[in-house]
């Protein structure tokens, strides 16, 4: 393509996507996210953004997903997906906020700089798929995609609303047939239809039942469960709530990250005691469960018990099958409840990794291990298993003896169910009932394989939450000067005590997770390590203050 055709990336930003704020945006732990009128110019270049990268990948196609996932329906945000499915590159990352960050009359000259550095042939086709989630501001956002991808002359493809995974499952399939068909039918045909196989042949037995309450968390991934759940005759009794009616807000109050963070039950939900409920988030990338008790607690089952759950089922029809040489491995962050790792550990005998937050983290370690189950603590993760494990699975499934081929059939299947490409909500949903049935087990017992230690999640508003710097996955404070070991301090009071903080790639706060040997405890060191952060990171509004 000459330069000259470029005059059409400025003539869009001009007339179409100008830049109204100097406000500077970073691409963070899931793309952009901010408040989403502020998100015009940023997704039109993301648009431009994604036909280079597909050129650069020989024109294979580049996902855009439009989303602010977790957060409240005011924001929203922007993800890009790599060809096999995967988050963006880190390396584009830089790219990425530079495109977002120039001025409109720069835009142009910076377009053909970037096309210059990164070596894109804009001769080549180039495909971009698009996506969107069910907030109000989405159809704009996603129109700001397409007309980006069509002022590089790429072709673009919209889905409508769809989960975020899926958006990331048809990316794959379209770069790669032999993961699956690019539609919603094709992701349910794999997907739905492997948890339907393998529950025709696999009964419902002891402490397990097939009724599962669902807090759609009034996005997408609730809607879809809905038109999943017509299809299921039987196999799992669905009862939705928090579906996007009723003048239920997306995110508000309900859904995975609700429930994680405050460890309260959603609203929307009528509960009944020991029910087993999975919360889902606003785009279905997330998923957590929970049962009230008798005593209205709320037991939580976040990602690192799904991760666990996971990781020894898998395991369990490994050994079934004879496939001794082929190993399981977990990936956690430093969100991790201590007693998980522990488990893993000492319990499980797998072996477990810490990376920084973010699945784009935990993803590409997973991709090291022949099954790498990662999850973060917040419901956020899947698994992926090597080629060289889907093969020998394969193998024994046509060679092995009786009981061998029949592990190595639910495994298969167990595999066609996983969504590898990303967390993905839904397909966690079946994979977790489906090892929960084989087990025969009920949440409460899920909940007996270990013991979590007290933990607590703080939001924090500073004036700049880029003063906070972490190094060693996210668990050693490098900025501001003295916080960490402020930390170091506080820490050594408390029996079993561990903290650390780090700015959100997501919201405009600063998280600080405390973990400790008792509920007391935990929360004295939470608010403590709190009022360093506001001290020395130049908190805002009210400091935090210190539990009666
Ligand atoms: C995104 C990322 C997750 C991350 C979460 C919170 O999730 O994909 O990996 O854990 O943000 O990140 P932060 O703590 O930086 O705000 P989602 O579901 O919001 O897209």
Known sequence: MPPSSLRVVYAFAREMYPKTTDVFIQYGTAGFRTKANLLEHVVYRMGLLAVIRSRVKNGRTIGIMITASHNLEPDNGVKLVDPDGEMLDGSWEEIATRMANVSDTELEATTADVIRQVGADMALKASVYVGMDTRYTSPRLASAAVHGAMALKGTPKEFGIVTTPMLHFFVK??????????????YYQKIVGAFKR??????????????????????????????????????LDLHMFNTGGNGG??????????????????????????QRVASLDGDGDRIVYYYIDDKNKLNLLDGDRIATLLASYVNQLLKEIGASDLSVALVQTAYANGASTKYITEQLKMPV????????????????????????????????????????????????????????????????????????????????????????????????????????????????????????????????????????????????????????????VVRVYAEADTQENVQKLAAQVAQAVYDLAGGVGTRPTLPE
């Not at 399939?173 to 094709?186: A, I, K, L, V």
């Not at 929307?268 to 020991?274: A, I």
């Not at 590898?420 to 489906?434: C, H, I, M, P, Q």
Request: glycine residues 8%; proline residues 3%.
């Open 353 to 508: 990794t810490c990376v920084s937050t973010g699945v784009k983290h935990l993803h590409h370690e997973a991709l090291k291990y022949d099954v790498g189950v990662y999850f973060e603590a917040n419901g956020h993760g899947t698994v992926v298993y090597s080629g060289k494990t889907k093969e020998a699975v394969r193998k024994i499934f046509e060679e092995g003896d009786q009981e061998q081929r029949k592990a190595a059939s639910i495994l298969l299947d167990i595999i066609d169910m996983t969504n590898e490409t990303v967390g993905d909500a839904l397909s966690d949903l079946f994979l977790v009932e489906t090892a929960l049935c084989a087990r025969g087990i009920n949440t409460k017992q899920w909940m007996q394989l270990y013991d979590d230690l007290p933990c607590q999640l703080m939001k924090l508003s500073v004036k700049d939450r880029n003063v906070v710097t972490t190094a060693d996955a996210d668990q050693q404070s490098t900025s501001p000067e003295g916080l960490q070991s402020r930390i170091d301090e506080l820490v050594a009071n408390i029996p079993s005590g561990r903290s650390f903080v780090r700015a959100s790639g997501t919201e405009d």
């Open 249 to 274: 807000k997306l995110n508000l109050n309900c859904g995975a990250d609700h429930v994680k963070s405050t460890q309260t039950a959603p609203v929307g939900v009528e509960h009944v005691p020991w």
């Open 173 to 186: 399939c379209r770069n790669d047939e032999t993961y699956g068909t690019p539609s919603e039918e094709g």
């Open 198 to 235: 393998l529950r025709a042949r696999m009964p419902v037995a002891g402490e397990y039942n097939n009724t599962l309450y669902v807090d759609g968390a009034n996005g997408v991934g609730g809607k879809k469960l809905n038109i999943i759940k017509k299809t299921l005759d039987g196999e």
